[in-house]
């Protein structure tokens, strides 16, 4: 399985940026799939997840109301679109692919990881 995310770069506070994941390697419209970020000496930590089908979302507390995630079943991706973005929500941001339907929001359930996009929000 790989995972391609992109879309990272450098953005104002306040300003927009859409994350992008492209999955192969297995058959996406299957399985869950997340975002996580891990900022500069902290911990990864969950971002949102989505159901295989779309239909059922979980958001972090601390992003809710600014990110969205959404999925393309037919293109084999999965978007974050982040709006409203601060300081804090600089970090390396991974998307992650499940192992079930489920949306999850824990990396203890056999993730799958791509390889990193980096967003730096400047104030």
């Known amino acids: 399985v790989q995972l391609q995310a992109s879309g990272g770069g450098l953005v104002q506070a306040g300003g927009s940026l859409r994350l992008s994941c492209s999955v192969s390697?297995?058959?996406?419209?299957?399985?869950?799939m997340g975002w996580f970020r891990q900022a500069p000496g902290k911990e990864r930590e969950f971002v949102a997840s989505?159901?295989?089908?779309?239909?059922?979302?979980v958001t972090a507390d601390s992003v809710k109301g600014r990110f969205t995630i959404s999925r393309d079943n037919p293109k084999n991706s999965v978007y974050l679109q982040m709006n409203s973005l601060k300081p804090e929500d600089t970090a390396v941001y991974y998307c992650?692919?499940?192992?079930?339907?489920?949306?999850?929001?824990?990396?203890?359930?056999?993730?799958?990881w791509g390889q990193g996009t980096l967003v730096t929000v400047s104030s």
């Open positions: 992650a692919s499940g192992a079930s339907p489920s949306p999850f929001r824990s990396e203890g359930v056999n993730l799958r």
């Open positions: 989505i159901s295989s089908g779309g239909g059922s979302t």
């Open positions: 390697g297995r058959t996406f419209s299957l399985y869950g």
